[in-house]
C-alpha cells in the first residue's frame, strides 16, 4: 500500500497495566470559571460571553448553597460543564450544565430562563429538573416520574443525557462525603439506570466509570480485596505483556502496516460480574488484559487481523465481527481472541480511529470527531431507542410501568437476526419472534399468529439466535394474547401488547357498565336516558351525572361501573331523584310507579352472559358455573364482574359481608363457546385407566382441558382422579357424566362443588 512501517506502541503493561482508579482525580475538574473557559478553546467568543452570563447567574442562585464536603455548590455545576466541554457540546448545553440545578434547587422558573437565556436552554434545564414540587405517595413513584420527564426529553434532544450522565459521573466521583445508606441506593440506581442508559449510547468511557465506582460504592470490601489481587497480577504478567507487545510489532512493521497499539484491562467490576456469573476464582479468570489495534481505515481492520491470526493461533468461536453488524449503540470494531506463547487468551481488537472515537464517546463523538460534524448527528446514533421511548410513552401513562419498560430495554447484550428480505435487526440477548413483529411494526405484532426461524415454523416465545432468518405470519382478525407478556424482552412490544389489552378491558368494562346501568336504572322503574350526541338535554344529564360521580366523561363514568368502582344503584338513584327535582324525562320513560316485582326482572333487569364478554367478567374458579346453573354476580372493586353459582359457599360469604355488589345475571339464548366443570372421578386402578377415561369423554362429544391425580395413586388399589372438561351446559355435562360411569374402570362420578 505503499506505507511505510511504523508503529507507535502505548502499552501502559511495560509500567504496569494501570487499571481505572476507583475514585477519579478531580483536580482536572473545572472548579473555577478560568478553568472552565480554558476548556472552551473550540468555541466562538461570544458564546463564551453567553456562557459567562449563565455562570453568573448560577452563582448568584446557588450563593450560601453548600455541597457535603463542605465545598460551595457552585462547584458542582463548574465540574458538569467541564466535562460537558471535552465533549465539545454548544454553548446551549453548556450553560444548561451550568444552570441545572437552578429551577430544582433556587426556585428559578422556566420563563425566568427563556426571558434570560431563550428557550433552547430553558428547555434543557427543565428536562434536567426533578418533579419534587409535585405530590406522589411515594419516593418510587416520584423518581419513577422524573426518570420518565428526563427520558423523554433526552428523545427530543440527546444533549439531556449527555448533561445529566455529566452530572451523575461528579456526584459518583465525590460521594464519599455522603451517609453510608444514601452512597449505597445512589449507586444502585447508578448502576441500574445510568450505567446502562450510558452503554446504549455507546458512551462506553462513562459506562465503565459508574460501574466502577457503583462497584465500590455497593461492595466496598469485595472491590478493595479484588483491587489487591489485580495489583499482585499485574507484577505477573508484566514479562508476558512485554513479550505480545514484542511479537506484535515485529509482525506489524514486517506485513509494512502503519498502527497504534493499546494495552487494556479488565475493569474490577467486569471482573467481579464474570466470577459471579460463572463461579469462578480470581485465578481462574485468564482474560483479564487484551490490546487494541487503532488502524487508518477499514480494510486495514482486516488486514491487521490476518497478521494477528498468523501470529498466535485463533480460538475458535471467539471471532466477532461488529464492523460488518455493528452493536445497536453504533459500536464497531474486529473481535478475536489468541492464544498467547503461555498459553492464555488475549483478546485483540482492532479499529479505525473514527470508530475509536464512537467505541468510548457514542454520541458524544458527534461533537469530536473532525468538529465538522453537525451536533444534530447525534440524534442518528441509537435513535431507534430513543425513537422507542416516545413509542413506550404513547402506550404507557403509568411512570412505574414506563421505567419497568426502559428498564427491559437497556440489556447490554443483542442478537442479530434477519428479515427475509435481508435486513439486519439488533434485538435485545432472549428476545421472541414477538419481538421481531413488533420491532417491525406494531400491526404487524398484533395481528402475529406464527412464525417461521430460518423456514422452519417456531412457537412464539422460541429465543432467537444472531444470524437467524425470521418471517411472521399475520391474520386480520387475530388480536394480542395476554401470555406474550410472559416472554416478550423488549419494552416496545410489552407496552404495545398492554395498551392494547388495556383498551380492549375499557371497551369491555364500559359495555359491561353500560348493561348494568341499565338494570339499575330499571330496577327504579326507568329507562335508560339516550346516548345521542345530537340530544342535548340528555346530554346535559349525562354530563352533570358523571361530574357528580367524580369522573370526566359518560364514557369513563361506564367504565368504571364496569370495573365494579363504582355502584350501579347509586348511580341510578342519582339519576332518578335528578330527574324528579327536574320534572323532566329526556327520553327516560316512566315504566312502574315503584320497583319490578320478581316475576317483572328476568326480562329486563338482569345482565345477560353468552361467553363472548371478555376480560370484564369472569367465572368464578371456585364453582366454575356453566349454562343451566343458577347464578349470581359479584362486582369486585376494580377487577370486573364475577359470577358465581347461586348454591356457592364462597359467593354466599362475600353476599353476608358485602350485599351491595350483588346484581342479577343470567344465561344467553346463543353461547359463543363451551365452559368448563370441574369433575371428580374415583376409579380402579391399573393400565390404561387414562386412555379408558378419555375415550369416555371424547364419546360424550366434551373435551378434557386439565387433569390431576394424587401423589399415591400408583400404589393403590384405587384412585381419585380431578378432570377439568369443556362442555356446552349442564345437559351436556349430565350426559358425559353418564357416559363416564358406564366405563368398567369408574366406580363413581361428580361434580365439584365448593
Not at 502496516?257 to 479468570?285: D, N, P
Not at 452493536?327 to 480511529?353: A, C, D, I
Request: glycine share 6%.
Amino acid at each position: 500500500m505503499g506505507l511505510r512501517s511504523f508503529a507507535t506502541a502505548h502499552i501502559p503493561g511495560l509500567t504496569g497495566l494501570a487499571g481505572p482508579k476507583a475514585v477519579p482525580d478531580t483536580a482536572n475538574e473545572a472548579s473555577s470559571f478560568d478553568a472552565l473557559v480554558s476548556r472552551l478553546h473550540y468555541m466562538p467568543k461570544a458564546d463564551v460571553k453567553r456562557i459567562r452570563e449563565a455562570y453568573k447567574f448560577a452563582d448568584e442562585a446557588h450563593l450560601g448553597q453548600f455541597r457535603a464536603s463542605g465545598e460551595p455548590y457552585i462547584t458542582h455545576p463548574l465540574a458538569v460543564a467541564g466535562l460537558c466541554a471535552d465533549w465539545r457540546l454548544d454553548a446551549q448545553a453548556i450553560m444548561a450544565a451550568l444552570m441545572h440545578d437552578a429551577m430544582e434547587d433556587c426556585g428559578v422558573t422556566k420563563t425566568e430562563l427563556i426571558e434570560r437565556f431563550e428557550a433552547p436552554t430553558a428547555e434543557l434545564v427543565d428536562g434536567l429538573t426533578k418533579l419534587d414540587k409535585l405530590q406522589f405517595s411515594t419516593r418510587e413513584e416520584s423518581q419513577a416520574e422524573s426518570f420518565r420527564k428526563m427520558l423523554l426529553a433526552m428523545a427530543r434532544d440527546v444533549r439531556v443525557i449527555l448533561i445529566k450522565l455529566a452530572d451523575r459521573l461528579h456526584n459518583m466521583r465525590t460521594m464519599q462525603h455522603m451517609a453510608f445508606d444514601k452512597r449505597r441506593r445512589i449507586a444502585r440506581e447508578t448502576l441500574d439506570i445510568y450505567a446502562p442508559i450510558a452503554h446504549r449510547l455507546g458512551l462506553n468511557e462513562i459506562y465503565r466509570e459508574l460501574q466502577e465506582l457503583s462497584f465500590q460504592y455497593i461492595h466496598p470490601w469485595r472491590h478493595g480485596a479484588l483491587a489487591k489481587a489485580v495489583s499482585k497480577a499485574r507484577g505477573h504478567r508484566r514479562d508476558l505483556v512485554a513479550r505480545i507487545e514484542r511479537d506484535v510489532l515485529k509482525a506489524f512493521a514486517e506485513s509494512n502496516l502503519r498502527a497504534e497499539i493499546q494495552g487494556r484491562e479488565k475493569t474490577l467490576f467486569s471482573i467481579y460480574k464474570k466470577m459471579r456469573e460463572k463461579h469462578l476464582s480470581f485465578a481462574q479468570v485468564s482474560d483479564i488484559f487484551g490490546f487494541r489495534v487503532i488502524v487508518q481505515d477499514l480494510p486495514q481492520c482486516y488486514w491487521s487481523l490476518g497478521v494477528l491470526h498468523q501470529l498466535y493461533k485463533p480460538q475458535p468461536g471467539r471471532f466477532k465481527d461488529y464492523i460488518a453488524i455493528p452493536k445497536p449503540n453504533g459500536y464497531q470494531s474486529l473481535h478475536t481472541t489468541l492464544v498467547s506463547p503461555l498459553g492464555t487468551p488475549v483478546e485483540f481488537q482492532m479499529r479505525t480511529e473514527a470508530m475509536h472515537m464512537v467505541a468510548e464517546k457514542g454520541v458524544a463523538a458527534h461533537w469530536l470527531y473532525k468538529s465538522k460534524v453537525d451536533a444534530k448527528g447525534a440524534q442518528q446514533l441509537g435513535s431507534r431507542w430513543l425513537q422507542s421511548l416516545l413509542d413506550i410513552q404513547d402506550e404507557t401513562r403509568d411512570a412505574t410501568e414506563f421505567l419497568e419498560h426502559v428498564k427491559i430495554d437497556l440489556f447490554p447484550d443483542a442478537v442479530y437476526v434477519f428479515t427475509p428480505k435481508s435486513k439486519i435487526m439488533a434485538l435485545p440477548k432472549g428476545a421472541t419472534p414477538v419481538d421481531f413483529a413488533y420491532a417491525i411494526h406494531s400491526d404487524v405484532g398484533d395481528h402475529c399468529v406464527a412464525a417461521k426461524v430460518n423456514g422452519e415454523p417456531v412457537p412464539l416465545r422460541t429465543e432467537l439466535r444472531s444470524g437467524d432468518v425470521i418471517e411472521v405470519v399475520t391474520a386480520a382478525g387475530a388480536r394480542p394474547n395476554p401470555a406474550w407478556l410472559s416472554f416478550v424482552r423488549t419494552g416496545r412490544a410489552r407496552s404495545k401488547i398492554r395498551h392494547f389489552l388495556k383498551n380492549l378491558e375499557q371497551e369491555e368494562s364500559q359495555e359491561l357498565g353500560h348493561k348494568m346501568l341499565a338494570q339499575a336504572l330499571r330496577a327504579e322503574g326507568l329507562a335508560l336516558p339516550s346516548l345521542r350526541p345530537e340530544d342535548a338535554t340528555a346530554a346535559a344529564l349525562w354530563q352533570d351525572l358523571a361530574r357528580w360521580a367524580g369522573n370526566r366523561t359518560v364514557d369513563e363514568l361506564l367504565v368504571e361501573i364496569g370495573l365494579g368502582r363504582k355502584i350501579a344503584s347509586i348511580v341510578a338513584k342519582k339519576l332518578a331523584r335528578t330527574l324528579s327535582e327536574q320534572g323532566q324525562r329526556p327520553d327516560a320513560v316512566l315504566l312502574t310507579m315503584g320497583r319490578y316485582s320478581t316475576d317483572e326482572t328476568p326480562a329486563q333487569g338482569q345482565v345477560l352472559l353468552d361467553g363472548s364478554e371478555g376480560a370484564s367478567v369472569r367465572l368464578a374458579t371456585c364453582c366454575r358455573p356453566i349454562p343451566g346453573d343458577d347464578i349470581k354476580g359479584y362486582l369486585g372493586r376494580g377487577e370486573g364482574l364475577v359470577v358465581h353459582t347461586a348454591e356457592c359457599s364462597v359467593g354466599r360469604r362475600l353476599f353476608q359481608r358485602d350485599s351491595e355488589h350483588w346484581i342479577a345475571v343470567g344465561w344467553g339464548e346463543e353461547l359463543t363457546r363451551s365452559f368448563e366443570a370441574e369433575v371428580g372421578v374415583l376409579l380402579r386402578n391399573g393400565k390404561g385407566v387414562l386412555a379408558q377415561i378419555a375415550t369416555a369423554v371424547s364419546s360424550a362429544e366434551a373435551d378434557i382441558t386439565h387433569i390431576a391425580m394424587s401423589d399415591d395413586s400408583q400404589q393403590r388399589e384405587t384412585a381419585e382422579m380431578t378432570l377439568l372438561l369443556a362442555v356446552r351446559d349442564r345437559l351436556h355435562l349430565a350426559d358425559t357424566l353418564r357416559t363416564l360411569k358406564r366405563s368398567s374402570t369408574v366406580m363413581r362420578v361428580w361434580r365439584v362443588k365448593p
